[in-house]
């Protein structure tokens, strides 16, 4: 951390005219124990003299088995997991080794969570493994046909765009990309531009794994119905990052992990399907649970309308339920308040990085709508990969570089975990390699 006093009196204030003296740091502590004592941990307290809302995510930061020796910001990677998530994983699969059972009923408990978070219906949830696995699901199960369009962005993640270059691949499909602006107006105008009759979807990411951009996905959803085409989005990163109403935005698909923001276990995600889109959409994969009626002697199949007709056959079951508790930790503390937290660091950083403006470029649009807790910098005097080796080398500080579409650039991920103590380390180490 800088020892100049003045940058840490500069950080306190903009941290409480960001914040605004979040009094939700009270109200999520008292809510935060009520999860540690369900799951048998000892309630923690405020001492007296310390700042409520610091003190609160310092609580917050104990829940993890993040060691203290690294400095983590690569949630927009891997989110690691609070010990409810993995005290639930080992303690349900033991359970269920003891009873011999599967137990797959009790999963349609964390569709219902995830739908709550997400803004949808039950029957609009569905369970994967990843993102990637989602807009397989998607793509490979809204029936197109040689010489359809899908539009795409330059920054989308290859789990997100391979399945749909395959099926480009497998049956003609045109995939056609534009490159996204920094501001929520432009993209807009940008998507208008690249629009044809033959487009047939717009498959985008809510925010690109690249640089923190935010889409004006709720905007989009009108320009999509007009011109009768299919949205999907790439949602791997706003669950657990920022409030998220798929009713609200409007989209016909999304896809998103567990094992990000969410800070659920590897190998678990979600998918949403607008039930407006179940006679037009089928299941890739079908089997047991997948069907409405089924009747061997009578040869009969008919798949049930529903999100979840794709979660067929045996299902890791403690895998679904850790999901579900790393939804419990994140409603607990509170979306919004997650969001301000995130966007507070963020902001705090893209200030003092734009004070290095002859050796660092801000990739990340200023717009406020069109940005949320990952910055993407840019070094101008050395290159992204040695910069991001010296930073992990000297400060232990876990970055992700982003090398897709010769953006050449360092991304920071903000996240509950993480504080403006962390931040103020990564701007020391990023001033001391980044000058000329």
Known sequence: MSSDS?????????????????????????????TL??????????????????????????????????IYMNTGGLGPSPRVVVDTLFKTTLQLEEMGEHEHHLVYDVNKKAAKLLGAAPEEIALTRNTTEGMNIVARGLLLKKGDEVLMSTHEHVGGAIPWLALANDIGVKVKLFEPGMTQKENLDIIKKHLTRKTRVLSISHIPCTVGLVFPVNELTHICRENNIFYVLDGAHPPGMIPV?????????????????????????????RKEMFEQWRPTYVGAYSGGEYDLDKTLFTHKHEANATEYGTRNTALSLA??????FIDTIGQELIAERGKAM??????????????????????????????????????????????????????????????????????????????DKLLFYIRKFAKA
């Open 245 to 273: 109403n798929l009713h609200e935005i409007g989209c016909d698909f999304y896809a998103s992990s567990g094992h990000k923001w969410l800070l659920g276990p590897k190998g678990t995600g979600i998918l949403y399907v």
């Open 6 to 34: 003045n940058t840490l009196f500069d950080r306190r204030s903009f941290v409480k005219s960001l914040l605004g003296g979040v009094a939700g740091g009270a109200l999520g502590l008292a809510a935060l124990n009520e």
């Open 323 to 328: 999901l579900g508790a790393a939804i419990d």
């Open 346 to 423: 963020a902001s705090y950083f893209m200030r003092e990085v734009q004070k290095m403006q002859d050796d660092v470029k801000i990739l990340t649009p200023t717009e406020d709508a069109s940005r949320a807790s990952i910055v993407t910098i840019k070094p101008k005097n050395i290159s992204y990969s040695k910069l991001q080796g010296k930073i992990t080398q000297e400060g232990n500080i876990r970055l992700r570089g982003v090398g897709e579409h010769h953006i050449d650039g360092i991304r920071c991920s903000f996240h509950v975990f993480n504080n403006f103590e962390e931040v």
């Open 37 to 70: 004592a369900a799951s048998g941990a000892t309630p923690m307290s405020l001492p007296p003299m310390v700042d409520p809302d610091e003190k609160f995510w310092q609580i917050v930061r104990q829940q993890f088995l993040l060691t203290t020796e690294k």
